[in-house]
């Protein structure tokens, strides 16, 4: 699943944490675990979240652009 791939790329590049991340976004660290381990889908509104946090849009987080 490619969301759950560039989450997690996303993330290391920026140098955040799951849990600082999970900070940003206002979710649990087990949320945004379960996201890049394929387990859960993040909504759009998380993902809206998700991409501001990491400086990049939804459509590049769900593609890998």
Known sequence: MKIAENLKKFRKQQGLSQKELAQAVGVTQTM???I????????LAVSLELAEAL??????????I
């Open 32 to 34: 945004i675990a379960h």
């Open 36 to 43: 890049e381990n394929g387990v859960k889908i993040p909504s």
């Open 55 to 64: 400086n990049t849009t939804v459509d590049k987080l769900c593609k890998g």
